[in-house]
Structures are given as structure tokens and as C-alpha cells.
């Protein structure tokens, strides 16, 4: 509890330090040097007696993110009691960004038997080295980095491809629309050919992709 109260502390009040005491709370009302309208939150239906009621209980750890704390007796709440605000200022640390990796293993390697008994050796090796955790998120990126470990160690990798549907033909339809784009503004002729063009890539990757989708 800090030194800026307001108010006669009583029976309650004693038992409610002593519940912030066993649970390490600290009371942030009374952090902070305020005005006495600043500190009341209750007043009595005939205006006189005024106390500091309702409070916000923090983690001590917390404290010193706790940049002010008062009541707004403007707020018009419909009550007796009067609204309380605290301010603070949080430190986030940044979210981890798992990078995409650009390679893929090749799965089919493990249709050989041998390749196949090595593997399923390393992963239970690895398995084996995993110390259990209270936390199931933990758990699974460990038995997530067994698996990849184990296959690193027995099978190879083929770097991934950003389209890997996209045929020859219609790669070498591109560059001949990027070519013609250059002077399509040069002649109607050049600007019919341009949306040709336009036309004839979008088909052709449309075929490739419906034709990869097929194969898989």
C-alpha cells in the first residue's frame, strides 16, 4: 500500500491489506499524490461523508507500469461511487516471426526401406531426449523439431518453387509481353499485340494450374 490514502481505515479496510499482503497485491489508489476529489470514490446520499472504496488491487511486479491512478467525479455514471482510472504503459515484446522455409523434403525417399528404418531410428532417438513440460504448446514444437531434425539427417531437400504449376511456355509468354510493353505505344499494331498477349498468358497460366491441380 502506498502513502497517498484518504479516509479513516477500518475493520474491512484492515482485512483487505492483509489479503493484499498474503497474495503480494498492491494497491494502486494510493501510489499517487492526487487532490482530495481525486482520491474519494464513494460519497454518502447526503454529500457529507465521502471514502476511498473501490480500489484496483496489482501484482506488485507490476507497480512500476502503473503511471497514475485517480477518480473523475465529472463522469456522469449514475452512482454514488465514482468512476476510477489508471494509466499504464505496457513493454510488449515482439511476436517471433517464424521464417517460411524455401525447401521441401522429398517424402518419397522414405518409400525406401532402409532410408525408412534410419528415420523412424533418429526419431525415436529424438523423441526419447524430450523432457516433458507442463505446457502442450512446448511440447508439440519439440516433437515438431524432432520430426524435421530426424529428417534432415536421413532424406534430401529440393528447393521450393514460388509457382512451381507455371510451365515453360507460358514463362516464355511473359517475357514477350514485358518485351512488347515496352513499345506497344508506338503503333495500334503493337497495342493489339500487347492485349493478345494479356490474354493468351492469363489463359495459358490458368490451363497450367488447373493441369497442376489434376497431377497432384
Known sequence: MGKYGYGDRNERGERLLEFAALHNFYICNT???????????WISPNGVHKNMIDLILIQKRWKSSFMN??????ADISSDHSLVL???????KQRQIKPQQNHRF????????ATKKLYQEKLNANLQ????TDSIDEHATKIERAIEEALQTTITTTKRAKNPWISEQTLNLADEK?????IKSTSTQNAKLYKDLCNRVRKSARQDKEKWIQDK
Not at 501510489?31 to 470514490?41: A, E, I, L, S, V
Not at 489508471?86 to 510488449?92: A, T
Open 31 to 41: 501510489r499517487f499524490q492526487q487532490k482530495p476529489n481525486r482520491k474519494w470514490t
Open 69 to 74: 491512478c485517480r477518480t473523475f467525479q465529472s
Open 86 to 92: 489508471c494509466n499504464i504503459k505496457l513493454r510488449l
Open 106 to 113: 522429398e517424402i518419397n525417399q522414405l518409400k525406401n526401406q
Open 129 to 132: 531426449r524430450i523432457i516433458e
Open 178 to 182: 514485358r518485351r512488347v510493353k515496352q
